[in-house]
């Protein structure tokens, strides 16, 4: 039953607790009589245990078994819900038993009887009549051990001088009979059993909440007989584990006895799941007799220790003694791989830190590769002691394997290769260090097989290569006599006893044969021996402690550019021994504005522009080397701007900035210019009616500048309030709303008595700005009706519009029967109607816009800003009976302002922009003009020049205008 069935039964038990207790409360001498009458032994509390007797209601859930079973009876009870003290009774287990046929038993009372089986009676405990019985954790995993036997032979007891449980006895088990254990915190189990099952595991040890339990194999057997072949492709297999702990907390000791794996594939003898403590101090533990068995197999960050006993990976074929990826300590005893065929170790290493070999015997068994230490996937191992043989193999023996991306340190220890084809240590791409361990090699010499791309370090006086760069160091010991090298084999000793020596010198080397070429050398700026046999077989050995003197040899091929005004900072670097000094040649010289020091530091500022030539020399006490170098110094960033205003420049509180059409340009410190991308702007979010202007930065060669943009933030969804004062009439409604866009969507007419004509609405009494639809209102004002006076005689009304003049012509054609042309001089292109006048077809009908300081903005139906651009725009305020045009060109800056006066463009064309109020301010001027005293000519032809100025020429009249485009006063 799953605990979360337990709490949900505890009620029935409570209520049946009164009805048990009634029976295990028995008169004392009942007890005292049955005793007698068998032997006259009075049995005490000590002659009884508890025994479960739960009368809650079973259901399903509380049984295993046959799955095809049809009812409880063909079922074994496993009820698991927490049984309250009302749940046991008292089991005599006392040496003194009634006879099977006794007259007392079979006339007393129904508690009595002897088992028919031969099993223990049960009768009440004379302590049972005093308390009721509470089982603890102990005892809950004695009576756990004990139902599981029911009588087999295994019997569980607690020590009542340790307070371990003590399992002993002998049994063989079916593969449905596996011993679940769950051990409470601070328990120990001291297994001196034999028990041999096919259940899968045979014992399994499952997670208990407590801490610092532990599972001993003190004496007696556990074996497998499974032989379930596991095809899957993971290692975490169970199925023919003798010991399976899936604990995290619990330890496994084994100080005696043995333990064996099955027969199926993957057998284990002790399999540890959790990351507990394995811990070997004596006994026999074997792998199975299948494929790929292991003695131990250590998941996880589980920790293995070996200080005696026996540890192998069985009869089968690749068979490991111990596999771990936590760590693995091996202080003594005897680790073997299998005596099957194919591929045997002794221990695989894998994902495994800090481990120690430090004494023990380790051996890869017998096979056809056999291997004492597998150093597999990234790991660090110590080796400080004990014995590493490589094996019995037949194909190859190799005392230790190291992989790809793992370490070896040999300090101590031998390291044994006894096959057919003997190595004592295969670096595949790791790295291993040497320092003085015996390492030999029984029937030959010994060697360290290394590939290419490893790195070994040897420490002392003799070293040995070979065919495939095998090499030794420490002390070595030949069974035999020492080898003739032939091929591309080699031998060099290394024979003296200094620790400097010149690069490219062979001092104290000798080699055989002749064609062995080996000098001293350096190689990530630690000395050694380069060695190279015919071409074919070469490499290069670290020795510590020993240092090689060269002349600096320059290693730097090439040096980054820099720039104007940032700071540049390089160092050049030499391979050879330290302290080299570094100089500038003759003839050549760095970038204005840098240096090179003596450590072959270059730096500094530079201040020009170009391309600098020139060598370097890196010396000391051996020698010297030089190599040509250059920098190139490119122009610096000195400022960018904003020469293309973005479409949109006006914006409600909310938006973000919108930089297309937006052109920056950079300019740099050779005076050349270019548009760039690559700028940020602030603020990048959403825009607030505090914001009136965008920075824009520009990073480039570590050098930051900015510009900034004028922008306009309108609060969003504002409307305001306009009155509408009749001015000498009367109008309905006395007030208008405009829009969230500041418009007004219609105008009323006001009424006036007399002869009155109603002139349209205006920003002053009189004078000031025609109001339309069009208008863009930024606040609460007053708008005012002007009137003209139409009975005849003089009279007075509110002007006539524009500058405040009279008349009746207002330069709008809404209310007239034919549209006016309102076309430059000379026209003959297309043309269109806007508000019932004609104008070219590229004029374009906008909104003008007012700002608070009196400055005009122009924006485009869709609410932007016309920005840094020349716009044809239709002028509704134009007077066209005083001869202004309906429309005119006009020209607004980066920050999206009307200009007005001088402006000169792009090319070095010069415009005048009208500057004077008069409805027509800041249209573009043409023909002749009187500017402060002075005529100038201003292109009149729509010849794509119209209105730039006139310079040292004639007009089209025959005046002549200078190089200022002042007229010189004379006729032509």
Known sequence: MKRSNKRQYARICSMALSAVMLCVSIPMTAFTAHAESDSNHVHDESCYRKKLHCLHEHDDSCYEGDETATSSNMKKLVCDHEHGEGCYEAVLDCGYRQEENSSEGAEGDGNAGADKNGGLASVASPAAAARALTLTGVERLVADINTWAAGNGIVAEVDEYSGDVIVTGKTTTEASDKLELEIPENVTVEWRAVLTSSAEPVIGIVEESGTDSVFSVTDGEIISTSNKNHTGSSYNTIDNAAIYNAAANTSILVS????????????????????????????????????KNYGIFNSFSGITEVSEGIVSGGGGEESYGIQGSGEIRVSGGSISGGTGSGENVGIVFKNSTNSVISGGNISGGYGANTCGILNDSPNSLLVSGGTIDGGKGTSISVGIVNEENSSITVKGGSINADGKKKVCIMNEGGTVVVSGSKIVNTGGYAMIDNSSSSGIQIGGSAVIFGKDLDSTGGAIKTAGTQPVPGGTAAIITWAGDKTTYLKGSAADLDVSPAAVKA???????????????????????????????????????????????????????????????????????????????????ISGIPTKEGTSHFTVRASNDIGSDTKAMSITIAAGLSSIAVTTGPAKTTYTAGQSFDSSGMVVTAAYSDGSTRAVTGYTVTPSGALTEADSRVTVTYTEGGIAKTATLAITVKAAGTNHTI???????????????????????????????????????????????????????????????????????????????????????????????????????????????????????????????????????????????????WVAAYNPYAD?????????????????????????????????????????????????????????????????????????????????????????????
């Open 256 to 291: 005696g006895g043995s333990i064996r794996g099955g027969g199926g594939d993957r057998s284990t003898g002790i399999y540890n799941f959790g990351e507990g403590l394995v811990s070997i101090q004596g006994g026999r533990i074997s792998g199975g007799t299948g494929t």
């Open 723 to 869: 009155i509408y004062d009749a001015n000498g009439g009367s109008v309905i409604p006395a007030t208008g709303i405009t829009d969230t866009d500041g418009r007004l969507g219609s105008l009323p007419t006001p009424v006036r008595g007399g002869s009155y004509q109603f002139d349209g609405w205006f920003t002053a009494a009189s004078g000031g700005i025609k109001i339309t639809t069009t208008i863009v209102f930024t606040e609460n004002c007053t708008i005012y009706a002007h009137w003209t006076y139409i009975g005849g005689g003089s009279g007075s009304g509110g002007g006539s519009g524009g500058g405040g003049g009279s008349g009746s012509g207002h330069g709008f054609a809404g209310g007239n029967s034919s549209p006016k042309e309102s076309l430059p001089k000379n026209y003959t292109g297309g043309t269109k109607n806007i508000d019932g006048v004609i104008v070219p077809s590229y004029v374009e009908k906008v909104v003008w816009v007012m700002t608070d300081d009196g400055r005009w903005r122009l924006r485009r139906a869709d609410g932007s800003d016309y920005v840094n651009t």
């Open 880 to 972: 066209l009976s005083a001869g202004q045009q309906a429309f005119d060109w006009f020209m607004f800056d980066v920050d999206g302002y009307m200009v007005t006066g001088w402006y000169t463009d792009s090319q070095g064309g010069s415009y005048y922009l009208n500057p004077v109020s008069d409805n027509t301010k800041g249209r573009m001027m043409t023909g002749w003009v009187l500017i402060d005293g002075s005529y100038y000519y201003f292109n009149e032809e729509p010849d794509g020049t119209r209105g730039r100025l006139f310079r040292n020429t004639k007009a089209p009249d025959g005046r002549y205008v200078d190089e200022n485009g002042v007229w010189d006063g004379k006729e032509k």
């Open 519 to 601: 000098e001293w050398s350096t190689q990530n700026g630690q000395g050694g021996v380069f060695y190279d046999v015919s071409g074919i077989n070469n490499g290069f050995i670290t020795l510590p402690g020993v240092t090689v003197k060269a002349a600096p040899a320059i290693i730097t091929e090439t040096l980054p550019d820099g720039t104007i005004g940032v700071a540049y900072s390089q160092t050049l670097a030499a391979d050879g021994s330290a302290g080299a000094t570094w100089s500038l040649e003759s003839g050549g010289s760095l970038p204005v504005g840098l240096s090179l020091d003596g450590s072959g530091k």
